[in-house]
């Protein structure tokens, strides 16, 4: 199965590169957002694939070795909000040039001061 | 949008997925759950009845605004490091106190549950304030 | 030490805080905390005297050897009584000085922390700290000579004087830099512990050239020597003060410091001495042909420094202690005669040497000091400047193997010296009163306080110069050359071989003087000659070399920063393929062996499911359905998460992607749809670029499933989450209590991406 979510992974690493290199903000948008899941997914599959164990002790206790990872899990979470967060400010980045300039034309924003 | 079924279940259904949030927030410490999902349950819960209406009529209707969400859950989380400050300890260890109840039962809070509640109000204002920043130019 | 360098701080801040009133004391203040210091140094004398040295250490990165470190020795002694006790005279005459001009709060606040640089150079006891105060120094220089900034002349001197230094200044570092390698440390005790193994080392030479262009630049070696008359801009108390007295002596203070590390090799001896001739011979010469009573005194400025130079890179004890001598010397009559052109310009309105004539009549006093200093300056007796002389011709017949031509240069040099003295007296004092735009004076008691000490200094040290000997020069060259020497300073040495040099010298430059004078023609026909012969201006060379480095930057910056923003993206994700498969192919481990299944088959169809919907974003034209696609995707990856036991996170993600959506959604109805804006070619070309990165990828994860993670971490939360932090849900706990300070930070991020949203689409007639 690590094979399978390994292609996946790179597939959607191909799309978001190709996506941000288009001249679209909206499509560059886009491309991050895929960039952040294939990046979540990277580090999640690294942490190996346990199914059906979740991470819960109970008070009885538990053998810790065969279960999921608890620490990717937790840094994938803060990784999606954080993403959360670059995506919409992103947009609201996005939103306030086309409302100045009237564009989605990247290669329109050459000069620094305008 | 102006859809009365939608006005009329959105009233109800924040009602209910509030709750929910709530719900999964309490629950957070041992099962799946968690300020930040709760938060963002709630705050879903609220764009959606904004969506039903509009999203200005809300943030009227709410009077309090997202900024005050965001205020008070990190002033929570603020709270949640002052025991650890009394008791001398590192900064955001984890103190808890066990409240007894009736019927053989105990409560146990911590600082981490509080500081739980400060992520969740933080969520829920950082996603008003998205949205609403986001939809308020389409009202006329 | 340290102390003292807070006071200094702290007056030279204190400038701004004086109330109005107050203001016009300003110098007396400052001039008094310059003397202060000066007693503090004076009183510290007798300690240096009995070789017990002063050695402050403040540990800062004592792992990187980055520590404050300050030493009083008898080198540090010698200059830092330079230092505030000329300063205490020069701020006392600026006060003076400046009061017809506006801006002073600034220009005494960039002299006071200069003094501090100036001390904390001197007294640095580790030299990446010495690095730091040699640049402050530079710096201050560069807002001192630009004073008189509405002035073109002074921006451009500031500037090219501040390219220079700052040029020396970061080859210092670089040499202190490879230096310190060798040794591992750049404390300056350790560096003094092993001169072995920094000379017998592969570094030594570049080091050694790189510490010398630093030392050359700021102490206006030849060819750098050229910035010094220009730095004639700033004000009298500025070209007084940093340009005569100090700063440019804080290389020659380089050279002494690192003499006993560095010194006695042939490459030493050989560069050293060669550039010193040249300077002292190049200074000389052209002081000869100005007539800008302040640039005269530059060019003799440069002699000096030239003389010092040579005399370090000479190296015997003899010439160290001429050094030592002529340092004193030198600030004492150059700092007065700055001080003295100053005060000539002010009373007259002028600096050319043939718009003055007979101000003796109006201005005695300044004669007599003028008159003692130059005398100082020409060597002749009985004035401290002859001893240096006497000291200097011996010292140069001792130097190695080139005697014989150091010391032809040497006489010649001092001949034009001589000649210069005299012909400044006899055209500014003597001769005819030439009408000027003022009737001079000599009101200003401060004008003439400062100068005169230091011209009876010249003469009393002249006159009995064992206890300056005893007291300073001797631990001084006892700090350069690590041996303990008996030193017998006294002003007349008999009839010997130096002496009767020293007669040939004056008598020459007599005659000189008279050729000068008498000759109008000869002097235009001299210049003139200098002018083809020496064609070659360097600060136009320098000027050239500057104007050609900012086109090739700005031509790399056309190439590099050309704006267009997926072009920056491309090169980004090119680069980091290229290197990840580098890095790939160089540390291929041997693979686990990952059976390739399909089981089970409800996440192999799901799997199809992302790739079929994320190449179909890639691709489609509407804008909702590619939205939807994406969100397929990211509902997809939150199944996935939920299979493999992670709850939260697949809750989490699902909300997320939610919120994203309902988002995209609301601003999508405001935006424009997707134009076709590459042509196919150029879409061919980022696919291959993303293929290729997408490949890696690909290989990588595989990669990082493979290794082997031993799980101490994770383990530990396994094992605490419950029994400490009595919560079930690990995950929770993880993000709530044992790495809350994480989610402190991403709650904060998440905070200030919400006020960039909100402050980037208020609307307009609500603006802040």
Not at chain 2, 36 to 58: E, H, K, P, T, W
Not at chain 3, 164 to 174: E, F, V, Y
Not at chain 3, 354 to 366: A, D, H, I, S
Not at chain 3, 743 to 765: D, F, R, S, W
């Amino acid at each position: 199965m690590e094979i399978v979510l390994a292609i996946v992974v790179g597939v959607l690493y191909t799309v978001s590169v190709y996506l941000m290199l288009r001249r679209s903000i909206l499509k560059f948008i886009i491309g991050l957002i895929f960039m952040s899941n294939a990046t979540n997914l990277l580090v999640f599959l690294s942490a190996g694939l346990v199914p059906g164990s979740p991470g819960f002790i109970k008070p009885e206790g538990v053998a810790a070795e065969t279960m999921a990872d608890p620490l990717p899990q937790a840094l994938v979470l803060t990784a999606i909000v954080i993403g959360l967060g670059i995506v919409v400010f992103t947009l609201a980045l996005k939103y306030k040039f086309f409302e100045l300039t009237g564009t989605d034309d990247l290669d329109q924003l050459k000069q620094t001061d305008s | 949008m102006n859809s009365i079924i939608l006005q009329i279940a959105a009233r109800y259904l924040k009602w209910i997925l509030i709750v929910f949030a709530v719900l999964a927030l309490l629950r957070g410490h041992n099962h799946p759950g968690g300020g930040f999902i709760g938060g963002l349950m709630a705050g879903l819960a609220i764009v959606y009845r904004s969506f039903a209406y509009n999203a200005f009529q809300i943030k009227e209707e709410l009077k309090d605004r997202p900024e005050r969400y965001i205020a008070l859950g990190l002033s929570v989380i603020l709270l949640s490091f002052v025991p650890s400050l009394i008791k001398n300890a590192t900064l955001m260890t984890g103190l808890w106190f066990t409240i007894p109840l009736p019927f053989n039962e105990e409560l146990k809070l911590g600082t981490p549950f509080l500081f739980d509640i400060g992520v969740f109000f933080t969520v829920i204002g950082v996603t008003l304030m998205f949205v609403f920043s986001l939809t308020q130019k389409s009202q006329p | 030490m340290l102390h003292l360098l807070i006071v200094i701080l702290i007056f030279s801040f204190g400038v701004f805080l004086m109330p109005g009133k107050m203001k016009k004391y300003n110098a007396i203040v400052l001039s008094l905390v310059q003397a202060g210091a000066f007693l503090f140094f004076l009183t510290r004398v007798p300690d240096i005297t009995n070789l017990t040295f002063g050695h402050t250490l403040i540990e800062w990165i004592p792992q990187l050897g980055l520590n404050i470190e300050f030493v009083l020795d008898g080198l540090s002694m010698v200059f830092a009584l330079l230092v505030t006790g000329i300063g205490a005279l020069v701020f006392l005459y600026a006060g003076a000085y400046m009061k017809s001009y506006t801006g002073t709060n600034k220009f005494f606040f960039y002299l006071m922390l200069f003094s501090g640089a100036m001390l904390g150079l001197v007294l640095s006891g580790n030299l990446i700290q010495l690095f730091i105060f040699w640049e402050l120094t530079s710096v201050l220089s560069f807002f001192l000579i630009s004073f008189f900034h509405e002035k073109e002349s002074a921006r451009k001197a500031a500037l090219q004087s501040f390219y220079i230094t700052g040029l020396g200044g970061l080859s210092l570092l670089a040499g202190i830099i490879l230096l310190g390698s060798v040794v591992d440390s750049y404390s300056l005790t350790e560096w003094l512990a092993n001169p072995q193994a920094i000379q017998e080392s592969k570094l030594y030479l570049p080091g050694l050239l790189l510490i010398l262009t630093g030392v050359f630049t700021k102490s206006v070696q030849f060819p750098f020597h050229f910035w010094l008359p220009e730095a004639m801009q700033a004000p009298a108390p500025v070209s007084s003060y940093l340009h005569s007295a100090t700063m440019v002596k804080a290389g020659v203070f380089l050279l002494a410091r690192l003499n006993p590390v560095l010194g006695g090799t042939q490459e030493w001896i050989y560069i050293i001495t060669l550039i010193g001739i040249l300077t002292m011979l190049t200074g000389s010469y052209f002081a000869l042909t100005q007539t800008d009573i302040k640039g005269i005194l530059a060019y003799t400025t440069i002699n000096a420094l030239g003389v010092l130079v040579l005399l370090l890179g000479i190296g015997t004890r003899e010439s160290i202690m001429a050094a030592m001598l002529f340092l004193f010397i030198h600030a004492f009559y150059k700092a007065t005669l700055f001080m003295i052109a100053g005060l000539i310009e002010k009373k007259t309105g002028t600096r050319e040497i043939n718009e003055l004539g007979g101000l003796v009549k109006y201005m005695p006093v300044t004669f007599v000091i003028a008159l003692l200093s130059l005398l100082s300056m020409a060597g002749l007796p009985p004035l401290l400047g002859f001893l240096g002389k006497e000291l200097i011709y011996e010292a140069k017949i001792q130097s190695p193997g080139i005697a014989s031509v150091v010391l032809i240069l040497g006489v010649t040099s001092n001949i034009f010296m001589v000649a210069i003295s005299l012909f400044f007296v006899r055209k500014v004092f003597l001769g005819k009163y030439k009408t000027t735009n003022k009737v001079p004076n000599e009101k200003g008691f401060a004008f003439l306080i400062g100068p005169g000490i230091l011209a009876l200094l010249s003469l009393l040290l002249g006159l009995s110069p064992s206890n300056l000997g005893d007291a300073v020069i001797k631990p001084a060259i006892t700090a350069v050359s690590l041996e303990n020497v008996e030193i017998k300073l006294k002003l007349w040495h008999g009839f010997n071989q130096v002496f009767f040099m020293s007669l040939f010298t004056i008598v020459a430059g007599s005659f000189l003087f008279v050729a000068m004078l008498k000759s109008k023609k000869l002097m235009n026909a001299w210049r003139k000659f200098n002018s083809i012969v020496f064609s070659i201006q360097f600060e136009q060379v320098f000027a050239w070399i500057l104007e050609k480095f900012v086109m090739v930057s700005t031509m790399k910056e056309k190439a590099v920063q050309h704006g267009y923003h997926r072009y920056y993206i491309l090169t980004i994700f090119a680069f980091t393929s290229i290197l990840l498969w580098v890095q790939f192919f160089y540390t291929q481990t041997p693979m686990q062996e990952i059976n390739f299944t399909l089981k089970p088959f409800y996440i192999s169809g799901l799997a199809v499911v992302i790739i079929l919907v994320a190449l179909a974003s890639a691709v489609l034209r509407s804008r909702i359905v590619t939205i939807v696609a994406m969100g397929v995707a990211g509902y997809g990856i939150a199944l996935i998460f939920l299979y493999y036991s992670a709850i939260d996170l697949a809750i989490t993600q699902i909300l997320v992607e939610t919120l994203t959506i309902v988002m995209f959604m609301a601003i999508l109805q405001r935006l424009p749809r997707f134009a076709v804006l590459s042509s196919k070619a150029t879409r061919l070309r980022d696919f291959s670029i993303a293929l290729v990165f997408g490949t890696i990828m690909t290989f990588i994860t595989l990669k990082a499933i493979n290794v082997n993670l031993n799980r101490p971490i994770s383990d530990f939360f396994l094992e605490n989450s419950y029994t400490r932090a009595y919560g079930e849900n690990v995950v929770n706990v993880i993000l709530v209590d044992f790495r809350a300070l994480d989610t402190l930070g991403e709650v904060t991020v998440l905070t200030i991406a919400a006020v960039g949203v909100y402050l980037l689409l208020l609307p307009k007639k609500n603006k802040l």
